[in-house]
C-alpha cells in the first residue's frame, strides 16, 4: 500500500479523540467534527474511523448496546460499562496475561489476544 494522502477531517478526528477518556461514538464525534467541517458526512466520519482503527491509531469496542464506541489508547486494556448511564470507562489494571495462557488449555486454536468488558453501576450513578 502506497502512502497515505494526508486528510485533514480525519486528522480532526485524531485530535478530537486524543487525551478523551469517554469513549465518544461516531455520532458523538460527527457532531464535533461538523463545527469545524459543517460539511463533512456522517458517512465520512465512519469512514475515517474506519481507517484509523485498521491503521492501529484508535480502538472500537462493541459494548453490546449497538452503539460502536471509539478509543484513542490503543493499548491493551479493560473497560467498564454503566448499565444505568451508558458511560465507558478505563478500568486501571494491568491485562491479565494468565488468562491467554489459560485459554488456550481448553481450546485448540491459536489465541492471539482478548478483551474484557465490565458492567455494574458507575459511581456516578451509585451516587
Do not use: W
Amino acid at each position: 500500500m502506497g502512502a497515505l494522502k494526508y486528510s485533514r477531517q480525519r486528522e480532526s478526528i485524531k485530535e478530537f479523540l486524543a487525551g478523551r477518556r469517554d469513549h465518544p461514538t461516531a455520532d458523538v464525534i460527527y457532531m464535533n467534527i461538523r463545527r469545524s467541517y459543517p460539511n463533512i458526512s456522517l458517512g465520512t466520519v465512519y469512514r475515517n474511523l474506519s481507517l484509523l482503527e485498521s491503521l492501529g491509531e484508535v480502538q472500537r469496542i462493541s459494548c453490546g448496546d449497538g452503539a460502536e464506541r471509539f478509543d484513542p489508547n490503543t493499548e491493551r486494556h479493560y473497560h467498564f460499562v454503566c448499565r444505568q448511564c451508558g458511560c465507558v470507562q478505563d478500568i486501571p489494571m494491568l491485562p491479565l496475561e494468565e488468562l491467554e495462557a489459560m485459554a488456550s488449555e481448553s481450546f485448540e486454536g491459536s489465541i492471539e489476544s482478548h478483551t474484557a468488558m465490565f458492567y455494574g453501576v458507575c459511581s456516578r450513578c451509585r451516587g
